[in-house]
DNA sequence: TTTAGGG
DNA sequence: CCCTAAA
């Protein structure tokens, strides 16, 4: 048996990608490194099908997709197995097929007859133009031979069906599906999936009616796509797309290219295997219904940030079959929105992920960014409602809070919905000082703090909203950092928050110990001066009562606070001109 | 992950 | 309020 060799394309481990004809299914969990090799089990559908993990989209570090170089037979038969050869090096452009035109410029151009290509009976002069599996270089070979560098020694470790089955259930687990369906009637959903195409690929293949867009199989299916975030982080998802996939990017790793759809729209995109991967629309790229009149940029990356993209290949290049943008809502709430808007697919939830890494909680800053870009979200959408849902391009914008290593990746989502409005997040409304009164009003009702309402500051620079949060601590509050210190005693943040915190979420354990150090050099400030109270009190806050103070003082005496000699005292100095080793012992 | 220290 | 180091 001839085995060809095609790129399947990048996955998380543990996922499932496909080609256009054939859908490919890492059934084991090693991790898809280069050079290794890994077991999928192919099987003829006429849909791009890849599963991803949605850690991947929710955290920073989560999984690192791989790419699969897949060795494909000549003639794939449902549920062959073939092993996939993991390949690291580049894949030039000049290597590709004559299917897709290349210019001077290593632009690609796909004609119409591009997506006909998809069809079953071309799978041969598909993959005809493999790659090499030791190389990693296209198989320039156009004599319509297959290499045979691959055997399938590998078939004796094929999988069946049922095993197979655990990674992709059947259509009638959507159980857990639905929870992450936004805002659409579960009717509207595509019915199709992978498996009742499996069971007819031959006779559903063999017409191109299945694979042209706009036909009556493409009519039913609902164009508006979303993705919900996952209940439990470590879930993974699977994502079936029909492959009236309208656009392909090229394969030249790190260069920009111009891609162009069958619709005729270009853009530029950049592909980088390790690193990103950059689309910028320049019209209507990823909208072949409604061409944009401004252009679209995208940025999918992933890494450090929660941007991922997910590949699946045919012809030896790349197809982007979507693109995936996260926002964290709340917490480690997720709301997805995919990039194409002319393609339907939907979202199943999977199972557990196969291999479940360390995850990084999403920082509080990123949280509350995210959620004011959820809030916006939801309005530009709510004004939208009834304009048509396509068109929707989503400019990502990553950028770290620092250049320190590690990179805490935070992620700025700027969309555009329609010209004219503004890309940017909007900011919550600038509070003026008047805010820092509010919370002085004595009543032990922090409850009624809304973080995000009216005592929600924010700092906005110009360009870079960083958010600053200038949480005015109330009286309450500060006697219930008293009480919290005088039960736990200085050191025990964590359990004075959740004592007493509980239901102020946008008080940390940090917050609560500065507040304390500050609450240290106020009562020792305050014993000092004790005739001139008002006046340190300028920055046009109230002053604390001098009983509150007094117990602050009383508590210092009783829990020291560690260490508190030598810088604190230092600035406590310069700014408050009273040293703080003053309370340590003020007694 | 929490705490301490410093800015 | 932020950041990092250290535990």
Not at 367 to 382: A, D, G, N, P, T
Request: charged share 30%; glycine share 8%.
């Amino acid at each position: 048996m001839s085995v060809r060799k095609a790129l399947v394309g990048a996955l998380p481990f543990g996922g499932e990608a496909a080609t256009n004809a054939v859908s490919c299914t890492v059934v084991d969990g090693e991790q898809l490194s280069p050079g290794h090799t890994t077991r999928v089990v192919a099987r003829r559908i006429p849909k791009l099908t890849f599963r991803f993990h949605f850690a991947m989209l929710n955290h920073f570090d989560s999984v690192e997709p791989a790419y699969i170089i897949a060795d494909l037979m000549n003639e794939v038969k449902e549920d062959d197995c073939y092993i996939p050869t993991m390949v690291a090096e580049e894949i030039a452009a000049e290597h590709l097929l004559p299917g897709p035109k290349i210019d001077n410029a290593g632009a690609l151009y796909f004609d119409e007859n591009f997506d006909k290509g998809l069809e079953i009976d071309d799978i041969s002069s598909i993959f005809h133009y493999g790659l090499k599996s030791n190389s990693g270089g296209l198989d320039s070979n156009t004599s319509g031979e297959g290499k045979d560098e691959l055997k399938c020694g590998g078939f004796d470790a094929i999988l069946h069906e049922d095993e197979v089955a655990d990674l992709r259930p059947t259509i009638g687990l959507t159980t857990a599906c639905e929870d992450y369906y936004l805002d659409v009637d579960f009717s509207q959903k595509v019915p199709e999936l992978d498996y009742h195409f499996c069971e007819e690929s031959d006779s559903r293949n063999s017409g191109s009616e299945s694979h042209s867009p706009g036909t009556s199989n493409e009519a039913v299916r609902e164009p508006e796509s979303y993705i919900r975030g996952p209940d439990s982080p470590n879930d993974y998802y699977e994502m079936t797309i029909p492959c009236e996939s309208h656009w392909s990017l090229g394969s030249t790793c790190g260069s920009e290219m111009l891609v162009k759809d069958k619709m005729g729209q270009k853009g530029l995109a950049t592909c980088d295997l390790k690193d990103n991967v950059e689309a910028k629309p320049v019209a209507g790229l990823l909208s072949s219904g409604k061409p944009h009149k401004s252009e679209k940029k995208i940025n999918l990356c992933h890494g450090l940030n929660p941007e991922r993209v997910a590949w699946t290949s045919a012809r030896g290049k790349f197809d982007i079959s979507a693109s995936l943008v996260g926002e964290t809502v709340d917490g480690d709430d997720l709301s997805m929105q995919k990039v194409f808007t002319d393609i339907s697919y939907e979202v199943r939830k999977v199972g557990p992920l196969l291999r479940q890494k360390r995850l990084r909680k999403p920082t509080r800053r990123y949280i509350e960014e995210s959620s004011q870009l959820k809030s916006q979200y939801h309005r530009v959408r709510k004004d939208n409602s009834t304009s048509s849902s396509k068109g929707k391009l989503l400019g990502v914008r990553h950028r770290n809070k620092h250049q320190h290593k590690g990179a805490k990746a935070a992620l700025l989502i700027s969309r555009e919905v329609s010209p004219g409005r503004s890309p940017r997040p909007v900011p919550f409304q600038e509070q003026d000082s008047s805010m820092k009164f509010a919370g002085i009003v004595g009543h032990d009702s922090d409850e009624e703090y809304n973080p995000v309402g009216c005592n929600y500051s924010m700092r906005t620079k110009r360009g870079s909203d960083r958010r600053k949060q200038n949480m005015v601590w109330t009286l309450s509050e500060v006697m219930k950092l008293v009480d919290g210190i005088s039960q736990f005693g200085v050191g025990k943040w964590t359990a004075i928050r959740k004592t007493f915190f509980s239901s102020s979420s946008y008080r940390t354990s940090l917050d609560i110990r500065d507040k304390w150090r500050n609450l240290l050099r106020a009562s020792c400030m305050q014993l000092k001066s004790k005739d001139e109270d008002e006046r340190t009190w300028r920055n046009g806050s109230q002053p604390l009562p001098k009983a509150l103070l007094q117990r602050v003082s009383e508590l210092a005496s009783i829990h020291p606070y560690p260490r508190c000699g030598s810088k604190l005292s230092r600035t406590s100095r310069r700014d408050l001109s009273v040293p703080l080793s003053c309370c340590d012992n003020p007694f």
